[in-house]
Every structure is written in C-alpha cells, then in structure tokens.
C-alpha cells in the first residue's frame, strides 16, 4: 500500500478511488461569445468547483427559427480568441462537425464516451427552462447530466434546478445592434473578439 495511504480504513480508499470529476457543458449559438457568457461560466466554475467548462457552438438550434449571422468558423475563431489563456474553459467543435440540427443528447453522450470518469453539468440560460421538456430525447438527457441555469434577470425563479445568478445586462443581440449602429461594444466582449468583429465586418446590418 502506498505510504500516503497508510492507516486509511479501506472504506475511505473506496471513496478516494471513485470521486469524479465535474465538467460542465455549455452550449449556444455564441454570436457572439460575450463577457457575460464567460462571467458565468467562471460562476460556475466557482460555485461548482467544476474541472473545466465545454463551450460548444451549435450549428443551428432545432428550437431556434433564425440561424446565426455570423458563421461557424467566425463564430469558433471568436470563442478561441476569447478562453485563449484560459486553462479551465476549452472549446469543443463536434456539433460544427455534424449535420444540423444541433442536439444537446448528442453531445452530451459523445463527451460521455471520452470523458468517462466524470459527472457531466449541463449549463443553460434561463430563457431555455420552458423549452427543455421539448429538447430531444429530454428523459434520457434528464437521466445523465444535472442542468444548472444562467440566470441574468433576477427575476424569481419559476422552476426548481439549481440556479446561479449574477445581474448582468449584456446580450448577443445588443452588442449585434450596437454595431449595426456604429456604437461601441468596448467592455461588452474581450478585445480580442472585437477585433475580431471588425475585421470581418460582421454584423454591420441590423439583424431581425
């Protein structure tokens, strides 16, 4: 027996040898990734004492009726330049990869097949709570992740997952209107996403 362990009853060696590790999924369209996706990401991290975060950028929402405006490769270049340095967050292409629509049981059982030894979150905005029982394959996703909620409205609960709250008054679809209007997004995304979006011109009009 290894000398560190010397004395330990072999109950407590049991429990040693089949702790997990916690990872958790975060999943969106990130068009684009903005300091409020990584604020909560950090949250959770934190308040879950998480290993790491698995951004993945999706395809196109099976719930969701626009596409993103920004495309795949811009979308996972931005989110690459904004965990640069960042040992704890990683980005993770798959649902890129695979033809549309983009499935969170999907991923998730992919993920599960290489990252065997860990408990598996799933991280989600509170605007997606009503939709979850529409997901697909939702009881057997339900079985084999625990959904926490990113909620930046302060607004009293209406469900009971575990939330993590932090109030913050940032979206895609605004930083999306201020640069259509020639406003600055300076503090609303990491500079280098915003050099990003300068230099392909993205979302120079309006979206609807």
């Not at 009293?156 to 008054?169: E, M, V």
Request: glycine fraction near 2%; proline fraction near 5%; charged fraction near 30%.
């Amino acid at each position: 027996m290894n000398a560190c362990h010397a004395g330990l009853p072999k109950s407590r060696l049991a429990v040693k040898r089949c702790v997990l590790k916690k990872i958790a999924i975060y999943g969106g369209t990130f068009d684009p990734v903005h300091h409020a996706h990584l604020i909560l990401a950090r949250e959770a991290i934190e308040t879950l004492d998480l290993q790491k975060v698995i951004l993945v950028p999706a395809a196109i929402s099976p719930l969701k009726k626009a596409a993103p405006v920004a495309s795949s490769e811009v979308r996972l270049a931005m989110l690459r330049a904004a965990i640069k340095d960042e040992p704890e967050f990683e980005v993770d292409e798959c649902e890129l990869r695979r033809a549309a629509p983009s499935y969170t049981i999907d991923t998730v059982e992919e993920i599960r097949r290489r990252e065997r030894d860990a408990a598996i979150y799933c991280l989600i905005g509170e605007d997606n709570v009503e939709q979850l029982p529409h997901w697909h394959r939702f009881a057997e996703l339900e079985k084999i992740v625990r959904f926490i909620v990113l909620d930046r409205s302060g607004k009293q609960p209406t469900h009971s997952y575990q939330l993590i709250h932090r109030r913050i008054d940032i979206s895609a679809t605004e930083i999306r209107r201020r640069v259509a209007q020639n406003e600055s997004i300076q503090y609303l995304v990491p500079d280098s996403v915003e050099e990003i979006i300068q230099c392909e011109k993205l979302y120079r009009e309006q979206s609807k």
